[in-house]
């Protein structure tokens, strides 16, 4: 298990270094089209000027002047365009769909058009001093010059979008087989982590304590084994679960820990109605809870209270697992006992699915209590998860004592 705060993790298959190529790559790729494109603009707007420079012959020599003009024209475009990824990251255009970003593109482009056209112009005729033509008039002119840096700045940002939605799916279907890998995944980590093999021989050990002892509750203790491995193996094929199986599985988990730890452990509940239709990854809750039940429980002789509070939040599934102890105790055996991956690989599966917005956070809240809240974000998530197939059940209760 994890002791500590896990609100930082990093999802797994995650190569830092394989994404900080792909922002370099993205950055020579905007650069060289810059370049190119613009150096393009340039010897497209010294050939018309050429063309147009004597209007009796159709043509003429430019003078350095007016290379230095055009060269001034374009440069003030590359400008104004590279700057304009500021205003777009910072608004949040990337993310839009095209009905809502064609208006959006058109304005920017009119604007864009509007700086370009009074810097160039500005230039031209109040720097460098020529005079206006005679057959223009100066307002004529400017609106223009405002038309022929629209279209311009238009197509700029059609091959700027074009190339980032794009880039969105890529990296929409990069997260989806990252999700698909994961909940594979758990298939192992379910069997190995979450009903790991000394849970396991736990149990056995007290059920056959029962067998002469209590023979009844020795079949119910072997019926809960049973409904737990049948959900993990069911669970592992599954993206996410009803928070109201998830309970039913912690009451099996918790009825055996009971049968070894008897009086000592005791549970308490406080689950709104309307958090039992939410789902979650499975085995996210019963990571919770045996995390409780090992560092908050199993160390203390006199036992303890494992506390479970679920409600919405924000239209958000928020959940608290709380138990007695202390977090540096619990680094302590941690560090010496554990691979330190229950909770980390849950957060892992949880922000996979559920985005970034996803937490679990362990920290200190009493002087002797150890809380874990977690945050589900409904969003990304299905809410209508069909259950799992089970056995029938009664309607959920503690399986141990309720304060």
């Known amino acids: 298990m994890y ?31 810059q370049l190119v494109g613009f150096t393009l603009l340039f010897f497209a707007q010294l050939f018309f000027a050429h063309f147009f420079k004597n209007p009796d012959t159709g043509y003429g020599s430019l003078s350095f ?3 230095l003009t055009q060269f001034h024209s374009v440069f003030v475009g590359l400008i104004v365009t590279h700057f304009s ?17 064609l208006p959006r593109m058109v304005a920017m482009a009119i604007a864009m058009a509007v700086v370009w056209t009074i810097l160039a112009q500005g230039w031209y005729f109040g720097v460098m001093r020529h005079e206006f033509p005679e057959n223009i008039l100066p307002p004529l002119l400017f ?53 790991n093999p000394h849970f396991i021989f736990n149990s056995l050990n007290s059920v056959r304590a029962l067998i002469d002892e209590d023979p009844q509750r020795a079949r119910s203790a072997v019926t809960q084994l049973a409904n737990m491995l049948r959900y993990s193996l069911q669970s ?11 309970l039913t599985v912690v009451n099996d988990y918790l009825a055996l820990e009971q049968v070894r730890h ?38 203390r002789a006199s036992g303890g209270e494992v506390s479970i509070a679920a409600r919405i939040e924000n239209h958000d599934l928020l959940i608290e697992v709380r138990n007695p102890g202390h977090l540096s105790e619990r680094r302590d055996r941690v560090n010496s006992e554990s691979t330190g991956l229950g909770l980390r690989n849950a957060l ?6 559920c985005g970034d917005d996803a937490t679990i956070d362990l920290r200190q809240t009493g002087a002797d209590e150890v809380t874990a809240t977690v945050v589900v974000p409904q969003s990304n998530v299905d809410l209508a998860s069909p259950r799992l197939k089970a056995e029938p059940r009664a309607t959920l209760k503690p399986a141990l004592s309720e304060r």
């Open 348 to 353: 892992d599966r949880l922000q996979l699915l």
């Open 65 to 67: 002047t007016d290379v």
């Open 262 to 299: 008897e009086e000592r452990l005791r549970l308490k509940l406080d689950i709104a109605p309307g958090t039992l239709r939410r789902v979650l990854p499975p085995m996210l809750l019963q990571t919770l809870v045996e995390n409780a039940v090992k560092y908050g429980i199993s160390t």
């Open 236 to 246: 592992g094929s599954n993206q996410t679960v009803p928070f109201e199986d998830e």
């Open 143 to 195: 609106l223009i010059g405002i038309l022929n840096s629209s279209f311009i700045t238009m197509g700029w940002l059609s091959v700027y979008f074009i190339y980032h939605v794009f880039d969105r799916f890529n990296r929409s279907e990069i997260a989806r087989l990252r999700l698909a890998a994961v909940v594979k995944e758990a298939e192992l980590r379910a069997l190995k982590s979450q009903v």
């Open 3 to 33: 002791g500590g705060t896990v609100s930082d993790s990093v999802p797994p298959f995650e190569n830092i270094l394989v994404d900080a190529n792909r922002q370099r790559a993205r950055g020579r790729l905007y650069v060289i089209c």
């Open 85 to 101: 990824r500021r205003y777009i990251d910072a608004w949040g255009w990337k993310e839009h769909g095209w009905l809502k970003l």
